[in-house]
């Protein structure tokens, strides 16, 4: 469990910072393969779209079993290195 979380909740943000950016990339995580999907999609979007442009490179990573997508991209995340 996190932060009162249950770990079938799919929620978690991911900091990366580039030497040659001044910005940091964020992945907003969100989704998941549980009868809670509905609201970690929701509760994603809302990170999302409140992230400080100015501050963040925000990136909406939505997570099923098969597969996790970069939106608005609709790139497939590599799961081998996370990359996309």
């Known amino acids: 469990m996190w932060m009162g ?6 929620f978690a943000l991911f900091f990366r910072k580039y030497p040659y950016m001044q910005k940091l990339n964020v ?5 998941g393969f ?4 509905n609201i970690s999609l929701l509760s994603g979007e809302l990170v999302y ?5 100015d501050r ?4 909406k990573v939505v997570v099923s ?6 939106e ?3 790139t497939t995340v590599n799961l081998q290195d ?3």
């Not at 979380?5 to 799919?10: C, E, G, K, N, Q």
């Not at 549980?34 to 999907?37: F, G, H, I, N, V």
């Not at 779209?49 to 442009?53: A, H, Q, S, V």
Request: proline share 8%; hydrophobic share 45%.
């Open 82 to 84: 996370f990359s996309f």
């Open 49 to 53: 779209k409140n992230l400080d442009p």
């Open 5 to 10: 979380m249950s770990s079938d909740f799919f």
């Open 27 to 31: 992945a907003v995580m969100c989704g």
């Open 56 to 59: 963040f490179n925000p990136f």
């Open 34 to 37: 549980t009868a809670e999907q």
């Open 72 to 74: 608005p991209f609709n």
């Open 65 to 70: 079993k098969n597969k996790w997508i970069v």
